[in-house]
């Protein structure tokens, strides 16, 4: 919904306004001017304009966020007439200097600004602040007005262009969180015990040499991104254990993570992802953290077993073990970890078999055991069991082991999740999978986002036509398999599918007509295999490279050389475009989508990347589905 502000007709004084609630257009300038608003706070609406404010004389503003709204151009010199003011956000609103005078604000306390190329007048900062972000400020120096601070509650200079050493006094001028992230610092006092930091994020900058002590009782901390190259010394480990955070990841760290990490007992996420740890991973980790929901060991060198006696009280939402040397069994003791969102062990020597037990966990939505040793059939017991398996699973990526045998329907039919969109926000965990032929790093995976692989196995058999019953995947892969038959006809209901592989299988027959309607497919291959007939001469099939349909002797017609006979033509009511009726069977599907976007719109279109996402495509609908159809018919 698009909300505007309308004119004020108040019978009292307006003297506070939220307006944090999605706001489109521009921001009319009469509300600056109400004489007796104290309070404003318009942060977070990124459609919104702001427009040359003028703030008035007397005005009686004490609290002004902008934040994040696009207020773009110079700072205003009439907001020197809010003598009252005590707090000013004008953060990521695009601003340049100069920055206007804090001598005219003698009550302020707080503020943040993002201004390019802003000049400060740092003699006239007040020594009072409780807190101060100069975020994004283009700045080249640690201001040094900061020196006769004593009691800065909160002090963020993340995303500037400081180099250098992180200057030593900056340790005792207060702070209860100092963010100096997204910056060029090159190195940092090797121990900092005696400032008084709870909360230090220090991550993308290029400090090189042995990890830095942090101070005593820490709470959160992030040295990720930079260049540490040391092993961590026996005294960090007591240093963090108060924190319920810490993040140590893409270093180039060594050696073995003691088990006095044991003590840190307040942990809740633990990131030492693209490191060069090595040794067994601590068992405390998964048997006696209570705490901890995030346990991200990613591309390291751990070896040996996982843990086999993982508690009851188990509170993990994502275990990420991909890219190590772990050997042995899963723990059949992982379904105690009943919040359990995302499970990554590829890329490891794990070896099983298919762990079907993992279908109780309630929540878990990504599973990626690629790249293992697993091994077997896939079966089921599915008739024996009262309660769904993997009822809210988007992400399943079994490729590069040795399962073999067929690919039951029920193991199919048990994923509602693909079925059907269900209403919620979008999940933020990030995991690494093989999309579109390349490996990419999900950062976001959104409520919506579906994807199966299953290549490089030895599945045999045909493909169950239930596949189609899917209608939300984004990604199939069933490539590098023995799979025989014909493709399911009811593939071509999956009209959301991006990307699909079927090559080097011993699939036969045509290729389903009704394919030509996936109008949202971008990659498709389906070579090496038995298929005959005519390629469908869709406007989306013709964008398909002949790399596409290669190694199938008796298929026919663009984009590859061969030309089809005259009995290889398909008829007049398979082909593509040769109706002016709309199908309607497809066109259901297409609706199905877009009510199903109508359910999450409400929390997409509040989410920067939900709304892109949402928006395109709608479009693509439009303009591949509903557009042509129109044009089919007025010729």
Not at 215 to 220: K, L, T
Not at 284 to 291: A, N, P
Not at 359 to 372: A, I, R
Not at 461 to 488: A, Y
Request: some cysteine; glycine content about 6%.
């Amino acid at each position: 919904m698009r909300r505007h502000v309308g004119p004020c007709h108040c019978s009292r004084p307006v003297q506070s306004l939220h307006l944090g609630c999605g706001l489109t257009g521009t921001f009319p300038s009469w509300i600056f001017r109400i004489k007796s608003l104290m309070y404003l706070d318009v942060s977070g609406n990124e459609n919104l304009c702001v427009e040359s404010p003028e703030f008035i004389q007397g005005s009686a503003l004490q609290v002004l966020r902008l934040s994040g709204i696009k207020f773009s151009g110079k700072i205003p010199e009439s907001i020197g007439n809010l003598r009252n003011l005590t707090e000013l956000d004008l953060s990521n609103c695009l601003l340049y200097g100069p920055i206007p005078s804090f001598s005219q604000w003698p009550m302020i306390s707080r503020v943040d600004l993002s201004v390019e190329d802003g000049n400060h007048s740092y003699a006239e900062y007040p020594n009072f602040w409780d807190h101060l972000g100069l975020a994004s400020c283009n700045l080249s120096y640690v201001p040094k007005f900061l020196m006769h601070q004593s009691s800065i509650f909160y002090l963020d200079l993340s995303s500037n262009n400081i180099g250098g050493h992180i200057p030593d006094w900056i340790w005792g001028i207060g702070y209860f969180a100092l963010n100096l992230s997204h910056n060029s610092f090159t190195s940092i006092n090797t121990n900092l015990s005696n400032t008084s930091i709870c909360d230090f994020d220090l991550h993308s900058n290029k400090i090189e040499g042995a990890l830095p002590l942090p101070p005593w009782g820490i709470e959160r901390v992030d040295y990720s991104n930079n260049h540490f190259n040391s092993s961590i010394m026996p005294e960090f480990w007591s240093r963090i254990s108060s924190a319920t955070s810490l993040s140590l990841a893409n270093n180039s760290l060594i050696g073995e993570v003691s088990h006095l990490i044991c003590s840190a007992t307040y942990i809740e996420v633990l990131d030492f992802s693209f490191n060069s740890f090595s040794g067994l991973i601590p068992p405390c980790l998964l048997k006696r953290k209570e705490r901890l929901k995030i346990l991200n060991l990613r591309g390291n060198n751990f070896h040996g077993p996982l843990p086999q006696d993982i508690i009851n009280k188990c509170a993990l939402q994502i275990i990420d073990l991909n890219g190590n040397k772990l050997e042995g069994k899963l723990p059949v003791s992982m379904i105690n970890c009943q919040m359990l969102q995302v499970l990554d062990l590829g890329n490891n020597m794990i070896v099983d078999t298919y762990p079907e037990w993992l279908g109780v966990l309630p929540l878990l939505k990504v599973l990626v055991l690629k790249s293992n040793r697993f091994h077997g059939p896939i079966d089921y017991e599915m008739n024996k069991q009262t309660h769904p398996f993997f009822p809210e699973l988007q992400v399943l990526d079994l490729s590069s082991n040795s399962f073999n045998g067929s690919i039951p329907t029920r193991f199919l039919k048990q994923f509602k999740a693909m079925m059907v969109i269900s209403p919620g926000a979008p999940n933020m965990e990030s995991v690494t999978v093989s999309l579109k032929g390349q490996e990419t790093t999900l950062v976001q995976i959104l409520s919506v986002f579906m994807y199966i692989d299953l290549s490089n196995n030895n599945f045999m058999g045909v493909i169950p036509n239930v596949i189609g019953d899917l209608k939300f995947l984004k990604q199939l892969n069933l490539s590098r398999n023995s799979f025989t038959g014909e493709i399911p006809p009811r593939i071509a209901y999956m009209l959301q599918l991006e990307s699909l592989d079927l090559s080097y299988n011993q699939l036969s027959g045509e290729i389903p007509p009704a394919m030509a309607a996936m109008s949202f497919l971008e990659v498709l291959n389906l070579s090496y295999n038995h298929l005959s007939g005519m390629i469908p001469q869709s406007s989306q099939f013709l964008t398909f490279p002949n790399t596409s349909f290669l190694g199938n002797d008796r298929l026919c017609g663009k984009p590859l050389a061969r030309l089809c006979e005259t009995n290889h033509a398909p008829s007049a009511a398979a082909t593509p475009g040769s109706s002016k009726e709309l199908n309607w069977e497809f066109l259901s599907v297409e609706v199905g989508v877009v009510s199903g976007l109508a359910i999450v719109a409400a929390t997409m279109l509040l989410w920067g990347n939900g709304r892109g996402w949402v928006y395109w495509h709608v479009d693509k609908f439009w303009l591949q589905v509903v557009q042509p159809w129109i044009c089919r018919r007025r010729h």
